[in-house]
C-alpha cells in the first residue's frame, strides 16, 4: 500500500468546515483512498473512501486531486463530537486486506 | 454494517499472567484481524486470524507471545502471553465482510500490566 502524509494536528472551529489534507504521491492506479476515524477511547469508524471522482456521504466529503496524488477529507460543519484523530489510508479496492495506518491527523474542534 | 464486540473492555493484571481476548461479530465476515495501540500511538497490525488455521503474524509478532484462534467466521480470540508492562497497550478487533466493504472495528480492550 502506498505510504500517506498528513498533518499532525489541526484546530477547527465549532460551525466552521474542517479540511483535512492527505498527501500519497506514490499511490497507484488500483489503490483507493479511505478516511477512517478514532474518537478518544474507540474503535476506527469508516468514514468515506474514492478513488479518483469526489465522493460525498452523510459524514463526509472526499476531494481527490487529478492527479490522484493528493486528497482532502471535508467535514462541513464540525462539532465538537469530530474531535478525532483521522486517518487516511491508501489500500488496493477489493481487497480484504489489514488496513495500515499512519500517524493520523488529531483535529480538535473548539467551541 | 457489522458490530464487533470486544471483551473485556478493559483489565489490569499482574506481570507474568496471560489475558484472553474476545472478539465476536454478529454476522459472518471474509477477514478478521488483532491490532495493538500502544500509548499515544498509532495502530499497528498484530496479525490475521484465519478460520481453522495457523494466524498469519506480522513482523515483530510471534505466536507463543500472541496465539489467535479463529474457530468460525464470527469469532476469534486473542490471548497476551506472559505479559509485561510493554505490553500495556489498546488491542483492538477489526473483521471484514465479502467484497470491498469497509474494515469494522471493536471498542478496544484496554490493558494494563502492573
Known amino acids: 500500500d502506498a505510504k500517506t502524509t498528513q498533518p499532525p494536528s489541526m484546530d477547527c472551529a465549532e460551525g466552521r468546515a474542517a479540511n483535512l489534507p492527505c498527501n500519497h504521491s506514490?499511490?497507484?492506479?488500483?489503490?483507493?483512498v479511505y478516511w477512517y476515524r478514532q474518537i478518544h477511547s474507540q474503535g476506527p469508524q469508516y468514514i468515506i473512501h474514492g478513488l479518483k471522482n469526489n465522493e460525498t456521504n452523510e459524514m463526509a466529503s472526499l476531494i481527490i486531486t487529478e492527479d490522484r496524488k493528493s486528497s482532502t477529507l471535508i467535514l462541513p460543519h464540525a462539532t465538537l463530537r469530530d474531535t478525532a484523530v483521522y486517518y487516511c489510508?491508501?489500500?488496493?479496492?477489493?481487497?480484504?486486506?489489514?488496513?495500515?495506518f499512519g500517524s493520523g491527523t488529531q483535529l480538535t474542534v473548539l467551541p | 454494517s457489522a458490530v464487533i464486540s470486544q471483551k473485556p473492555s478493559r483489565d489490569i493484571c499482574q506481570r507474568g499472567t496471560s489475558l484472553t481476548i474476545q472478539c465476536q461479530v454478529d454476522?459472518?465476515?471474509?477477514?478478521m484481524f488483532w491490532y495493538r495501540q500502544q500509548p499515544g500511538q498509532s495502530l499497528t497490525l498484530i496479525a490475521t486470524?484465519?478460520?481453522?488455521?495457523?494466524?498469519?503474524?506480522e513482523s515483530g509478532f510471534v505466536i507463543d507471545k500472541f496465539p489467535i484462534s479463529r474457530p468460525n467466521l464470527t469469532f476469534s480470540t486473542l490471548t497476551v502471553s506472559n505479559m509485561s508492562p510493554e505490553d500495556s497497550s489498546i488491542y483492538l478487533c477489526s473483521a471484514v465482510g465479502g467484497g470491498d466493504t469497509e474494515a469494522f472495528f471493536g471498542q478496544g480492550t484496554r490493558l494494563t500490566v502492573v
Open positions: 486470524a484465519n478460520q481453522g488455521s495457523e494466524a498469519t503474524y
Open positions: 506514490t499511490i497507484s492506479g488500483n489503490e483507493y
Open positions: 454476522s459472518q465476515v471474509t477477514m
Open positions: 489510508i491508501v489500500r488496493v479496492y477489493g481487497s480484504a486486506r489489514q488496513l495500515t
